[in-house]
């Protein structure tokens, strides 16, 4: 098992940045690759960012290339999720989630590729 405990969501102003942090406990959090997903009021749960286990690959949705930052610490356990120049359109619930046993280099956009979720965490960008 991989328990995925998400945090740093909350308020913000547009344009402002947040840092969402996922932090796992179980397997050996090295041997997972790493997603974020969101899922906004009404609508599919969508894919955000994606990491490789090592780092070294990340793979972001059109919608945040530029603006979303995708990273992880093997040593902390931890993948982080940096969000700037926040838009209203990025509210929703941000999910973190793993994919255990993954290849070194391989990145998962899909959420079936995903053995593991967190519950999530709220951003909502307003005025």
């Known amino acids: 098992q991989v328990q995925l405990v998400e945090s740093g969501g909350g308020l913000v102003l547009p344009g402002d940045s947040l840092r969402l942090s996922c932090a796992a406990s179980g397997r050996a959090f090295s041997s997972c690759a790493m997603g974020w997903f969101r899922q906004a009021p009404g609508k599919e749960r969508q894919f955000v960012a994606a990491i490789s286990r090592g780092g070294g690959n990340t793979l972001y949705a059109n919608s945040v290339e530029g603006r979303f930052t995708i990273s992880r610490d093997n040593a902390k356990n931890t993948v982080y999720l940096q969000m700037n120049s926040l838009k209203a359109e990025d509210t929703a619930v941000y999910y973190c989630?793993?994919?255990?046993?993954?290849?070194?280099?391989?990145?998962?956009?899909?959420?079936?590729?995903?053995?593991?979720w967190g519950q999530g965490t709220q951003v909502t960008v307003s005025s």
């Open positions: 989630a793993a994919a255990y046993g993954s290849t070194w280099n391989v990145l998962r956009p899909l959420m079936d590729e995903y053995n593991y």
